[in-house]
Structures are given as C-alpha cells and as structure tokens.
C-alpha cells in the first residue's frame, strides 16, 4: 500500500556577505510586514490584507525590492496565528523582535533546485551543504535564520510504501528516569541533554549578563549562548525521532497515555526534568509518523491509574509512592518492574484487553510467579524482562 505525504528536508545554506546582506534585508522585510499589520489590531482577510499590500508597496519604495511572494506568505501566517488564537488552540500572536535572529520567509514557487544549489527569486544562486537527495515533488521553499547560520528547507510531497503487516501492539509508558518502558520489556534510557549542558549554560549566561547592552561582545556572546541551547535541542530531538521512528515502523498499534504534560510542569521540583524530556514534542513525531507508516496510535484516558493497578488482577494500588520503582501487588502476589506494570496495563486499556500480552496467565511454579506461554518457557515475573536500547539507527527516506 502507498501514501502521499509532505516530508520536509532541511540543509544549512552558504551564503557569501553579500548573499547573507540580501537575506537578512527579506527576513526583515517580512517581519515588518508581520508587526505592521499586528499592531493594526484589525483581524481582516488574507486577500484584503494582500490588496492593502500593493497600496502599502507604492508608499514604501524599499518593499519593492523583496519578493511580494514572500511577504504574501508572512500575511498568511499572520492569519494563521490568529485563527489558531480563535480556536484556542495557542496564545494571542506578538510582534516579532529582531534580536531573537529568528527571521524566516517561504517561497511557494518560482524557485529553482540544481545538485547543492537553489535558486530564489529576486535573490539568485545560494549554495547549500547537501547531505542527501531530495525526493518528491517540491511544493515550497523555506529560509530561516538559526543561531549558527541561516537553512533552507524543501517541503517535499511524495509517495511512501506502508508495511501493514507488523508484528502485535506496544504499549508505552513514560518517565524521567527512564524515558520510555515498553510492554515488551524495553526500555530506552533518558538522554537529559539539559543536564548535561546545565553547567555550561550557566557559565555563559553569565558571560552574557556582564556584557555591556547594545554592545557588540554582547552581540557576540548572546549567540555564543544561543548555539549551545541549540545543541542541547539538536541532542534531543535526534534522540526523539530514532525512538518514534522504531515504534511507529515497527509496531501496527501504539498505545500511551493522554498526558496533560503543561500541569505536570507546574511542579516545581520535576519541571526541570519533565521539560528535559520532550515528552510533547515526541508524542507529536509519533502521532504523524504513525501516519507515515500505516500505524495506529491510541492514547489512554490520562485519568486511568496504570502505575498503581495490577496488570495481572486489577487491584490497585492506592499506597504506590513515586519513590517505589517495584510493583508488589498484595492480592495476587505480582512483582515486576513498576513501568514494565504501567506500560501492560496502557496496552491492555488502549487494546480493551484483546492483546496477546494480557492472554497470558500467571501460574504460580517453584514458589514464583511465571507465564509459561513465554519463549524461554519460563520467564519469572519478579526478574525484570528488561533490555536497554539507546543506539538505534535513525531512518532516512
């Protein structure tokens, strides 16, 4: 079976100073266009917006050196951000600040692709560090300045083969301590690449806090600052997609629970953590990635108690700790591992109790508690069916 869907490929662009002169000229452009029609404080069409454009143009001679397609692009996302502030789905759009160097403008047409070259409209040849082949039909183009430098990135539209015969269901529970713990026994360890550069980014906030304002060593030092925070995201989400990309390719059905993932940042001693983990940005890779691969992906009620209930009898456990890493359950008598528990009860709820994991019984053998439909035999419940995976190999298309 065959899908279309947009897949996006980002290079880093090497734009010579005159080149990069012409780029930040359009990222500024763009977010003048953005904050003039924002602090308008009038909520109009895209088309009335872009006809109040032209007259604007003929008012401002230096807008009629950037590409009007570009600013047309920067109106939409306009509108954009408030019909997502309408439908509450984000918070109210802000005006853009030129010293975050965040600037970006798309390209919907007229651009041209030939090997590491790409060609923009009003602002020629740009060279870019081609790292692979772009596959699909290309149906924008998008430029945006980062820390380090400026990127370009192809929206691609194309066709994909989708596996649908994939082995059973997963379940999966998140953490802090271990990212994630599947029903089957693995668990992929948390990667905290906020903690590991904590010390550093420290040391060069307060650099930047010493530096005298508007000054150019501040200048320098804020984007010191700014590649460190970068490589601390490139860490994360590096590590994000190979974990969604193995569920999503190799599983016919994800199973994990509906977070409310702003609420439980609110606490003050795991904020810290819980951010370092991504857990909202992962669910979104898995959500569409699922999609890519033919996968199906159920969240469960985020109100279902599945670290204190027993995935073997469903007695809960109301006295279950944070600090408690083993799950005993009193009535049954079932010991394993208190993620190993939640990540089976999470497969058990997202499948209504049809998957292959929730049919095995416990029968009681040598005094412990074993599933003998196991392929070992006999795997003992009180040893933790627990392997580490922290080395997959992310998935290129």
Request: hydrophobic share 30%; glycine share 4%.
């Amino acid at each position: 079976m065959r899908a279309r869907i947009n897949y996006p490929y980002k290079f880093k662009l090497k734009p010579s100073s005159h080149q990069e002169n012409l780029l930040r000229q359009v990222g500024g452009s763009t977010r003048w266009i953005y904050n003039h029609y924002l602090a308008t404080r009038k909520v109009r069409s895209v088309s009335a917006w872009c006809r109040d454009l032209t007259q604007l143009k003929k008012s401002t001679p230096w807008l009629q050196a950037v590409p009007s397609q570009t600013l047309q692009q920067k109106i939409k996302d306009l509108h954009t951000a408030w019909d997502r502030f309408f439908k509450h789905q984000s918070g109210k759009p802000k005006l853009e600040s030129k010293n975050k160097q965040t600037d970006s403008f798309r390209f919907p047409q007229r651009f041209k692709l030939a090997n590491n070259r790409v060609f923009l409209p009003k602002l020629g040849w740009y060279k870019f560090y081609k790292s692979r082949e772009v596959r699909g039909t290309i149906k924008s183009v998008t430029v945006k300045q980062q820390s380090d430098g400026w990127y370009v990135i192809f929206l691609t539209e194309q066709e994909i083969d989708i596996n649908l015969q994939k082995p059973k269901a997963i379940g999966l529970d998140l953490g802090i301590e271990t990212f994630c713990t599947l029903s089957d026994g693995t668990k992929f360890e948390s990667l905290n690449p906020l903690k590991k550069y904590l010390k550093k980014l420290r040391k060069e906030s307060r650099k930047l806090s010493r530096k005298k304002k508007k000054s150019k060593s501040r200048a320098k030092q804020r984007l010191r600052l700014a590649r460190v925070h970068k490589k601390v995201a490139n860490l994360r989400n590096d590590y994000l997609h190979k974990i969604s990309t193995y569920l999503a390719k190799n599983h016919s059905l994800v199973c994990t629970e509906d977070l409310n993932i702003k609420g439980m940042a609110k606490n003050r001693k795991l904020a810290r953590a819980i951010s370092d983990q991504g857990w909202s940005k992962f669910l979104s890779m898995l959500k569409y990635k699922c999609y890519w691969y033919g996968s199906r992906l159920v969240k469960v009620d985020r109100w279902f108690a599945s670290s204190k209930t027993c995935s073997e009898c469903g007695c809960i456990k109301k006295d279950l700790a944070l600090k408690d890493r083993t799950y005993h359950c009193s009535d049954c008598g079932l010991e394993l591992d208190r993620d190993f528990n939640a990540a089976l009860n999470i497969l058990n709820k997202g499948t209504g109790g049809q998957s292959e994991t929730s049919s095995l019984k416990l029968v009681k053998a040598c005094g412990d508690y074993v599933r003998p439909t196991s392929p070992s035999g006999r795997q003992s419940l009180k040893q933790e069916p627990i392997r580490a995976c922290t080395s997959l190999t992310r998935a290129r298309d």
